[in-house]
Every structure is written in C-alpha cells, then in structure tokens.
C-alpha cells in the first residue's frame, strides 16, 4: 500500500511544480535583452555599408589561411603553461 501511495505522489509531481515566468528578472537584463531584440530584427542596421578595401580583404585571408598551419594537439598538455598565483595580491 506504501509503495502504491508513493509511486501515485511521484506520478503526480511533474503536474503540481509551476514554471518560471519568462521574461527578464533585472534592469541590466532588460536591457540586454532589448538590444538582442533590435539586432535580431535589423531594426538598429547602420545606414552607412561597411566596406573593406582589397588590402584588408587580402590581410585577412592571409590569417585565415594561417591559421591551419598551426597543429591541432591529440591531446592538451595540463602541466604546459604557467602557474596560477592565488596569493592575497598585495
């Protein structure tokens, strides 16, 4: 009978915890959120284009191109790097 009782409340529980509201819960957020609502919808598009000449077109390649000189690792070294100073900062 226990058991019956128990499994009959966690079948339930999904139907009695409430969401929570959507929307933003501070200023900052609000905010944020207004400005990913105008970028989203091209509501704040500069009316200038944004060109670039040959030579920054061309530059850019160039680093992109060299970036796949570089070796992927297998695998990340842990000990390769320096150290973290957790000490007071005085």
């Not at 058991?3 to 999904?14: M, R, S």
């Not at 670039?52 to 570089?70: A, G």
Request: overall charge negative; proline content about 7%.
């Amino acid at each position: 009978m226990k058991a019956t009782a128990l499994c009959l409340t966690l079948l339930t529980l999904p139907l009695t915890t409430h969401a929570i509201d959507p929307g933003p819960a501070s200023a900052q957020q609000q905010e944020t959120e207004g400005w990913l609502l105008l970028q989203s919808r091209n509501k704040a598009a500069s009316t200038k284009p944004q060109t670039s000449t040959p030579t920054e077109r061309e530059l850019s390649m160039q680093r992109w191109l060299k970036s796949y000189t570089h070796e992927i690792p297998e695998f990340f070294d842990q000990k390769q790097g320096g150290t973290v100073d957790s000490g007071s900062g005085g």
